[in-house]
Structures are given as C-alpha cells and as structure tokens.
Nanobody, 123 residues
Framework: RLVESGGGSVQSGGSLRVSCAAS????????MAWFRQAPGKEREGVSC????????TWARSVKGRFTVSKDNANNTVYLQMLSLKPEDTAIYYC??????????????????WGQGIHVTVSS
C-alpha cells in the first residue's frame, strides 16, 4: 500500500514536498516513481528513482525544479518541487515499479499505485 501526503495549494514560485509512505512491502525492492495527471490531460510520468538510486526524469518541464529521493529507513519516497508553476497543478501519484534490473524505471512496470494527492499552484 502507498499513501501520499504533503500536497496542497501554493502560489506560483513556491515549493512543496510530497511524500509517499509504503506499507506491507519494502520500497527498496522496487523502482519508485511519481506520475501526475492535470485536469483534462492524460497521466504522465514525472520522475523515478531506481533500486540503485539512479534517477530518471521523464517530464522535461520539471528538470532542474523537481527532485525525487527516498529514505529506506522510513520506507518513504519524496518529490521535492521548487519554483512551482500553474501548469504543475495536478493530482500526483506515487507508484512502485517492478525492478527488473535490466533497464530501470520503465513506466509500463507499475505494480502498485498510491491514491493520489492534489497539488494546486495559483498564479
């Protein structure tokens, strides 16, 4: 089970950190990722951190602003979001991906989803 927290509303240029706590499994056995779905748009991959701590950023629009990290001791993965823009407004989902070891962070390998958390950025 994955439970997100830390979302909310912020003004443009502000920061937020969303967290995703895993229970009943050890997240270090999975590649962990963040996806988002903006109103009226399809869900898109944002960023992923592999079991070897390699980071893949899928969304070019967040490069240099968003950072994914994990705390294995607390079984939690984070997404730090800086310099937020109104176009970052979305429901953010945490996901656990099967770690195949061959090519990490494949979006098609999601095995668990969180319930999602709202992030709203106002101009």
């Amino acid at each position: 089970r994955l439970v997100e927290s830390g979302g909310g509303s912020v003004q443009s240029g502000g920061s937020l950190r969303v967290s995703c706590a895993a229970s009943k499994f050890t997240l270090d056995n999975f590649d962990m990722a963040w996806f988002r779905q903006a109103p009226g748009k399809e869900r898109e991959g944002v960023s992923c951190i592999s079991t070897r701590d390699d980071v893949t950023t899928w969304a070019r629009s967040v490069k240099g602003r968003f950072t994914v990290s994990k705390d294995n001791a607390n079984n939690t993965v984070y997404l730090q979001m800086l310099s937020l823009k109104p176009e970052d407004t979305a429901i953010y989902y945490c996901a656990a991906l099967r770690a195949t070891g061959a090519v990490p962070c494949q979006p098609s390998d999601v095995v668990f989803w969180g319930q999602g958390i709202h992030v709203t950025v106002s101009s």
